[in-house]
């Protein structure tokens, strides 16, 4: 596919909402408008598509949105359009509307989504990866994943001034259902003592014994960073009391950061970086690219095809668990 084949591109976001999304719409519609390329703005993501929920946007149509966490497209999960009848009803509205390409920004699902949408249609589809778990392989960080971190160590930090205060052992769980990123890298960056990751099964009397050494060594509190997924104990509620009856001198309290690890203004990094992404995403369509992801690596922009993004697990960075393991003795 050439350029004079791409004359309107539709972006939507899909999926869980992550900073910098914005910051990445803003980027696809000003690459569009420089490229001679009108855009259409479809909301409320494939739902959205499906009900032809869809208004052409311009320049000025994304001014002043690259510092504003969430979307303005906002998202939503769409069980229709896992079904065939639903994909035909997006497909209609991309002709009703002579959409010949789609921008799709999301995670996982929604590459899925995109991935079997262009198989059926023919439609050229490229993903750009948001979100804050940065569970997406193909790509160094995600959209969204560095706020996230700045957000949770913020809070983190907090809460150790209580645990100081009232020699208080924390447990914080963060976000991280099937990978651990965001707590191994908080863990390292806001000093845990123990970081619990799904990847890393420390086992409930390895942990006990490692904080019973903490108290030893003369630690009057502790905070553990618990990756939700983390299959230690049941939930973190369940492994904060067993510890609790295990270590009397202990008050322990557990903290579950939940959304807020979602929301707020887009870091620096993260406003770059969805630019970045944004432009290399309609140049790669207009150059004839499909069914790929725009990722980064060692600084530059890269492709991978929608497929392996999906498939292929992203891996923790081990030598991360080696340096935490040494830094919190």
Known sequence: MTKKNIRRIGVLTSGGD??????????????????SIECFAIYKGFQG??????????????SNIINRGGTILKSARCVEFKTKKGRNKAFNTLKSNKIDALVIIGGDGSFTGGM????????PVIGIPGTIDNDIF????????????????????????????????????VMGRDAGHIAL???????????????????????????????????????????EGDKTGKNVFEL??????NMPHYEVKVSVLGHIQRGGRPSCFDRVLASRMGVFAIESLIS?????????????????????????????????IRVNDILST
């Open 116 to 123: 079997i949408f262009q198989s059926e249609f023919n439609i």
């Open 18 to 35: 992550a900073p910098g999304m914005n910051a990445a719409l803003r980027a696809v519609v000003r690459a569009s408008v420089y490229n």
């Open 288 to 320: 004839g690219k499909s069914n790929m992801m725009v990722g980064v690596d060692n600084e530059k922009l890269i492709l991978s095809p929608l497929k392996t993004a999906i498939k292929v697990k992203s891996e923790i960075n081990k030598d991360l």
């Open 240 to 245: 904060a009391s067993y510890i609790e009856k």
């Open 185 to 227: 890298n908080t863990g390292i960056g806001a000093g845990a003592e123990e970081i619990l990751i799904p990847e890393e099964n420390m086992g409930i009397q390895r942990l006990l014994q490692s904080l019973k050494n903490s108290e030893k060594s003369g630690k009057s509190s502790s905070i553990v960073v618990v990756a």
């Open 49 to 62: 598509l499906i009900n032809n929920e869809v208004k052409p946007i311009n320049a000025r149509g994304v």
């Open 138 to 173: 193909g790509t160094n960080y995600a959209i969204g994943y560095d706020t996230a971190l700045n957000t949770v160590v913020h809070a983190i930090d907090k809460i150790r001034d209580t645990a100081i205060s009232h020699n208080r052992l924390f447990f914080v769980e």
